[in-house]
């Protein structure tokens, strides 16, 4: 990853070999990796923290930041509720509170070319 953000790596070609030479074997890993190239910084944290912990972030964030970290605080609300260590009326409750800024920040990835 290091080497698309600096650009050493600029074409697909050379991507996908390296990667496969690193132990990446589908496509949709290939995928992940891309779009983590495109995170910032504060989008990297909240990947790698617990939910309760980017909850906490996401309550001091601003607007702008609360719409950009809202898909992947949701996507840890469902992986918690799917492996039943959250319990409904807690999904619930961070849903309601997520999906407000989750809805603009699909909307605006629709936008996106």
Do not use: C
Request: hydrophobic share 40%.
């Amino acid at each position: 990853m290091r080497d698309l953000r600096l650009g050493r790596i600029n074409n697909e070609g050379e991507f996908v070999t390296r990667a496969r030479a690193a132990g990446v074997r589908d496509q949709a890993e290939l995928t992940r990796i891309k779009e983590r190239v495109l995170w910032q910084p504060l989008q990297y944290q909240i990947w790698r923290i617990s939910l309760e912990d980017g909850l906490r972030v996401f309550d001091v964030a601003n607007d702008t930041q609360r719409v950009l970290l809202a898909p992947m605080l949701a996507e840890k609300v469902q992986r918690q509720f799917e492996a039943k260590r959250l319990a409904p009326e807690d999904a619930r409750r961070y849903v309601q509170l997520i999906g407000p800024h989750l809805a603009r920040s699909l909307a605006g990835a629709k936008r996106r070319p």
